[in-house]
Each structure stands twice: as C-alpha cells, then as structure tokens.
C-alpha cells in the first residue's frame, strides 16, 4: 500500500489487481471487497490523500476478515505515525 498526501479536498484510492492466474470473477470479487473494505473503514477518517493498493497473490484466497485486518493494520499505522 501506498499513501500519498493529494491537494484535494478529498481522498482517493486506486486498485493494482493483477491476474497471477486467476479468473476474471476472482479479480473482480477482490476488487469488490477492497473497495468496500476502503469505503467503510478507511475513507472516513482517510483525509485528502491517496491511496494505492496492489494485490498479492495471497489475496485471492483470504477471507474478507484477514483483508480488513491487513488494511485496517495499515490504517492504524499510519494514522499513529502522523
């Protein structure tokens, strides 16, 4: 993940999904599930930055509560490192 601060009054984020041999249907859920896992627990307390995502391979096969572990452990990063 990559966090970046933006000029904007609001905060973005972007998608890296690759395909590491995996079916359409499997990229599109994962993109679902990053997406409403950034929408709910991220971008209300995000602020005018950027946000970039790139899926790794062990995406594909984790569960949507070990997803929303890993980016909330990363939220919480960095909002204790600002």
Not at 38 to 67: H, N
Request: no cysteine; glycine share 6%.
């Amino acid at each position: 993940m990559i966090w970046n601060p933006n000029s904007l009054d609001h905060s973005r984020m972007g998608l890296v999904v690759p395909k590491y041999r995996s079916t359409a249907v499997a990229r599109n859920r994962l993109r679902r599930r990053l997406r409403e896992l950034w929408r709910t627990e991220v971008q209300p307390v995000q602020g005018p930055s950027d946000l970039v995502i790139r899926a790794r391979p062990a995406a594909y096969q984790a569960p949507f509560a070990t997803l929303r572990g890993e980016l909330l452990d990363w939220r919480d990063g960095l909002t204790a490192g600002s």
